[in-house]
């Protein structure tokens, strides 16, 4: 079975630095697109950003570009979101997805197939 756990959620002030992590088993990230989303309250949820670990393609948000990184471990089983010069628009729960067979990074949540469950980020003002 695949499962994905996200951690690194926490309360950070307005400007701080937060970095998510997304522990997979059961898939081979070579195979695979791991994206991550966030939901706000009363919002859709929203594609922050996607790596292909095949051929290292990434995706972001307008929103991320610039203050957001992903990135994977060497052994490919955790997939990281750096998140820097955070803002209080960034409180979200936040989620990690996998889908395979896509040949393209995507912040179309309806695409992906696997899900983690979230992880709260909360940046105060």
């Known amino acids: 079975d695949v499962q994905l756990q996200a951690s690194g959620g926490g309360l950070v002030q307005a400007g701080g630095s937060l970095r998510l992590s997304c522990t997979a088993s059961?898939?081979?990230?070579?195979?695979?697109?791991i994206g991550w989303f966030r939901q706000a309250p009363g919002k859709e949820r929203e594609g922050v950003s996607c790596?292909?670990?095949?051929?290292?393609?990434?995706y972001y948000a307008d929103s991320a570009k610039g203050r957001f990184t992903i990135s994977s471990d060497n052994a490919k089983t955790t997939v990281y979101l750096q998140m820097n010069s955070l803002k209080p628009e960034d409180t979200a729960v936040y989620y990690c997805?996998?889908?395979?067979?896509?040949?393209?990074?995507?912040?179309?949540?309806?695409?992906?197939?696997?899900w983690g469950q979230g992880t709260q980020v909360t940046v105060s003002s």
């Open positions: 997805a996998a889908v395979g067979g896509l040949n393209y990074c995507s912040g179309i949540a309806e695409l992906y197939d696997y």
């Open positions: 059961g898939l081979s990230f070579d195979e695979t697109a």
């Open positions: 790596m292909r670990s095949s051929d290292g393609s990434t």
